[in-house]
């Protein structure tokens, strides 16, 4: 979890800590959400059914892309 914290951090220094969830559970749940992914991959995520597997997965998907951007149809 202080993995993918760290990621989003080095991403946007400003992005606000206490705005996530401390639950690790949560937290993964809430990466899956927050991330500009296409929906086929977020619902692969989703059903991974370990927290601490979606979280490495998430970090995985995080550190292998240089941008994200959001797509509007």
């Known amino acids: 979890m202080s993995l ?8 946007n220094e400003t992005f606000s800590m206490e705005s996530m969830p401390h639950d690790p559970i949560a937290f993964s749940y809430w990466v899956v959400s927050s991330l500009p992914l296409e929906d086929s991959t977020k619902l692969t995520l989703l059903a991974v059914n ?4 979606r979280l490495r997965a998430e970090l995985h998907i995080m550190r292998a892309v240089r941008w994200l951007a959001c797509l509007f149809v």
């Open 50 to 53: 370990s927290a601490i597997q």
């Open 4 to 11: 993918v914290k760290r990621e989003l951090q080095s991403w």
